[in-house]
């Protein structure tokens, strides 16, 4: 077999003098053509398209990696009618339970301690904001490109599942209704409905969260020691579909407006964290108080990449940080081939290397991981007095279509001006040598 290696490739010239030589191969091979078709039509048309593939490929599956069509009676907590899927019922011996529907379903035993589902989602009546549903589709669309790419499964919820739990509040019973309908899922990753990825190459370090339950991005200064509701952001987090983390959604929701003690946590929360009782300040107020036990110690606060960023301080770089990944793709030859998307991942752990130098977070040139358009209420289009509407509709234009040139380059298109979401060229063979 021959390697490729974009190194040593030089774009072909083809000289006056070759020319009789390719007419010539060309004569060859499509006569080989039309021996070939007309042996085969001889003999049986569909002879050759109809032999097993080797390795039985189950191509009659609808997935051959997994078994969609089979559930053995054997009962399991599906079946008892004291499990519910809403917030306010308690589930015990989780992990034990989620064991035994995975024994059942060998199939997605494999990579079942790593497997990850996207939990996102919006409002169930129409967006009020200028373009506001557009914007939305191009958040999930933005998503399920992610997905697809890292071979993850996502879930687009737009209900309200407990009429209870308005807002932020909201994204508890979701995760908590996933963690239930996906028992083959070990991580639950929550995005909310303003964040865009935008590294779509970037694998979150599962390896380095063993010992963890619980993650989201923040400042673990402003939680731990300045008390501050905004030293963390819980628009992406990840949680581990496992029985403790259950225990901190019912201790999460317990702080939370269905809850008979909402009151009172309203006011430990304005005593502690100077803060109203929203999701975010529950959270971190948990993180706080029980940075010490054994319980505390599986929450990480990560601050070694954006699990997420905010975007005003990442929109304007994302220009400069195109025109460093072009110059790391003019010397790394097979960073420029051209693939066919489903293997893409390769590339991006090939591109690690020339990454090492580019830092992480603020000041990096590294591509932001995700970019969350907080304040900007792109469904309502309420954007924080803060901002210009103008500064957000750009700002989110400039990340998408930045996520999107990443997805789009496997299509072999790319959009040229970031701020033009409509207009893209084709790139030409051996891009950007
Ligand atoms: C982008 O790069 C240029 C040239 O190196 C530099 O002058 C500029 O400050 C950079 N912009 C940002 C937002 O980092």
């Known amino acids: 077999m021959t390697g490729f290696s974009h190194t040593s490739w030089r774009k072909p010239s083809i000289r006056t003098h070759d020319r009789p030589t390719i007419f010539l191969a060309g004569v060859v091979f499509g006569s080989l053509l039309l021996w070939a078709f007309f042996s085969v039509s001889t003999i049986d048309p569909i002879f050759i398209f109809s032999r097993p593939m080797p390795e039985s490929c189950q191509c009659d599956k609808p997935d051959p990696a997994f078994n969609l069509q089979s559930d053995p009676p054997a009962s399991t907590f599906y079946d008892d009618p004291n499990f519910g899927y809403t917030i306010d019922e308690s589930i015990k011996n989780w992990d034990q339970k989620r064991q035994v529907w995975l024994e059942l379903h060998p199939s997605f035993k494999p990579k079942s301690h790593d497997r990850v589902f996207i939990i996102t989602g919006s409002q169930s009546t129409p967006c ?5 549903d557009h914007i939305l589709l191009r958040t999930y669309r933005n998503k399920v ?6 071979g993850y ?7 309200k599942l407990d009429p209870n739990m308005p807002g932020g509040w909201g994204k508890l ?5 996933t963690m239930v309908a996906h028992p083959e899922a070990e991580w639950i990753w929550w995005l909310d409905e303003d964040t865009v990825i935008t590294d779509m190459e970037y694998k979150i370090p599962f390896l380095q969260y063993e010992g963890y339950n619980f993650v989201l991005h923040g400042w673990p200064i402003e939680v731990y020691e300045k008390k501050s509701w905004l030293g963390l952001n819980d628009g992406s987090f990840l949680i581990r579909n496992c029985q403790w983390s259950l225990d901190l959604l019912d201790m999460w929701a317990d702080m939370g407006p269905r809850s008979p003690n909402f009151d009172k946590w309203t006011k ?22 029980k940075q010490s036990d054994s319980f505390g ?11 997420e960023g905010y975007w005003t301080g990442i929109v304007d770089t994302l220009k400069n940080i195109t025109e460093r990944y072009l110059e790391v793709e003019t010397r790394e030859g097979m960073l420029r081939r051209r693939h066919a998307e489903k293997v893409s991942e390769t590339y991006g752990l090939l591109r690690e290397p020339s990454l090492k130098d580019a830092g992480n977070e603020f000041g990096s040139w590294r591509r932001p991981f995700v970019t969350h358009f907080a304040g900007c209420q792109p469904c309502s289009g309420k954007h924080n007095p803060v901002f210009t509407g103008e500064s957000c509709r750009n700002g989110m234009d400039k990340a998408l279509n930045f996520a999107d040139n990443q997805v789009l380059r496997n299509y072999g298109f790319v959009h040229r001006n970031l701020l033009d979401s409509s207009v893209v060229s084709s ?4 891009h950007p040598a």
């Open 153 to 159: 499964d996502i879930f687009y919820n737009n209900v």
């Open 145 to 150: 490109d992610y997905c697809r790419i890292h």
């Open 128 to 132: 009020t904001g200028p373009s506001g």
């Open 268 to 289: 430990i929360l304005l005593d502690e964290f100077k803060h109203g009782p929203t999701d975010q300040t529950a959270l971190a107020y948990l993180i706080w108080k």
């Open 297 to 307: 110690k599986k929450m990480l606060i990560e601050t070694r990449y954006y699990l």
């Open 427 to 430: 790139l030409p063979f051996d």
């Open 173 to 177: 019973p979701a995760v908590r209704a």
